[in-house]
């Protein structure tokens, strides 16, 4: 069943380490992540294992404004952590290129090769050392649905995006059998992170449309927002699912209500929409008691033909190091080895690419099924816009896309204001 996120654990600007913590050797590592409340706690425990081992005592400490907060303890130099974990591979460029990373060992490096794939083992290199390894993992291309709803009218999971194209019309035309009914439920609201789901599912179009390598040209900078490839895949996701008719509670729902509540009408009595994009996570804003697999289901966002499995935008979280001491390589090498996930992935809400941690060690089906894609052998590529520099992906790109959807600007000066930015902002 779905394990609710109760508001508990580190919040911003506390700390927590694991309750079993032996302290002998007086020696404290301090870690700062974007984790809060359960999270904070879970990733606690899974720390007590090495807390056990050494003697040795991690003090995590969550904040809200995770980007902020770390650049201003990394350039103040003074207080920067001895781990992070980063939620965006464009600030940990940032920080490579600025020289504040500390290169893995040779203890670490093996870590990292013997439970990774071999292409996420070099994501942040520099002069043949590596400064980076992936964390926890989630999947942005899951769309949910209700089994029950789909059966009762006949409808079946689309294996194309002309199939997905057909089924949202039919819906949208004729609704289900109880009555009018949305294809989608989708939502923006997000606070100063508003746009980012919308930015979400142009991502996964550009890279089922275009492909891989437009996909990568296009989040490192090389190819312009105003491509063709780009403009194709703001379109399709215009025409799939913010036209008029397409989405639950029309323009005011999407721009006004809070993406933690999008879900809400895909499980009504006479539900309002009968598809929801949204990443893995999304089960923990699910109502109590929802059963996965049961009650709701997913699948993976189709491509543009079915002679090959769909590819998969992923969200995640990498480790950098940021002191060059032995106890905190000791610490980085056991969070990349499979000790460093197994009670997390036990306790549920963590799945990752790690080839090493047993599928039968995830809390629920639901997890082994997320961790069980990352392995199915199709492609994947991370989320775009945290892949951009900060203040272009994870800042401009959200503002812009919620101005060109709710009419304030038009497409051409939406991508025009993009491409702008990355000419003030090369990337190389």
Not at 326 to 343: C, F, K, Q, W
Not at 379 to 390: E, G, K
Request: aromatic fraction near 10%; glycine fraction near 8%; charged fraction near 25%.
């Amino acid at each position: 069943m779905k394990r609710w996120l109760l508001l508990t654990g580190c919040m911003l600007a506390a700390s927590c380490s694991s309750a079993a913590s032996n302290t002998s050797s007086g020696r404290v590592i301090e870690v700062f992540g974007p984790y809060r409340g359960v999270e904070a706690d879970d990733f606690a425990a899974s720390l007590t294992e090495f807390e056990n081992d050494t003697g040795i005592t991690v003090r995590y400490t969550g904040s809200a404004d995770f980007v902020k907060d770390l650049r201003e303890r990394v350039e103040g130099g003074l207080s920067a952590p001895d781990i992070a974990i980063v939620p965006q591979p464009g600030l940990v460029d940032e920080m490579l290129a600025d020289d504040r990373l500390v290169a893995f060992d040779d203890a670490s490096v093996a870590a990292l090769t013997d439970n990774y794939p071999a292409d996420l083992t070099g994501t942040a290199v520099k002069d043949a050392e590596i400064y980076s390894a992936p964390s926890r993992e989630t999947i942005k291309s899951l769309v949910w649905y209700r089994p029950s709803v789909f059966e009762a009218n006949g409808w079946t999971v689309p294996t194309t995006l002309d199939e997905l194209t057909a089924l949202v019309d039919r819906i949208q035309e004729t609704g289900d059998a109880d009555g009018p009914m949305a294809p989608w439920c989708f939502a923006m609201q997000s606070g100063s992170a508003t746009g980012w789901t919308a930015t979400d599912w142009v991502e996964d179009l550009v890279l089922r449309q275009a492909g891989v390598d437009v996909y990568d040209e296009w989040a490192s900078g090389k190819r312009g927002f105003d491509d063709p490839a780009i403009r194709s895949a703001l379109t399709t996701f215009n025409d799939l699912v913010i036209a008029p008719g397409r989405t639950a509670g029309g323009l005011r729902n999407i721009l006004q209500t809070d993406v933690t509540l999008a879900s809400a009408p895909l499980f009504g009595d006479q539900p309002g929409c009968a598809m929801y994009k949204q990443a893995s996570f999304a089960e923990s804003w699910f109502p109590d008691e929802t059963v996965v697999g049961e009650d709701v289901d997913f699948f993976v966002l189709p491509g543009v033909t079915d002679s090959s499995l769909p590819p998969l935008v992923a969200g995640g979280d990498s480790l950098v190091q940021f002191s060059d001491d032995p106890d905190v390589h000791r610490l980085m090498t056991y969070l990349i080895s499979p000790d460093g996930a197994r009670e997390w992935a036990a306790r549920g809400g963590y799945y990752s690419a790690r080839t090493s941690v047993d599928l039968d060690t995830y809390y629920t089906p639901a997890d082994r099924a997320f961790a069980e894609l990352f392995r199915d052998g199709r492609d994947y590529r991370f989320d775009a816009s945290d892949v951009m520099p900060p203040a272009i992906g994870s800042d401009l790109f959200w503002k812009e896309i919620t101005s060109w959807i709710s009419g304030a600007t038009t497409l051409d000066q939406f991508v025009a204001t993009m491409d702008a930015a990355y000419a003030d902002a090369p990337t190389g």
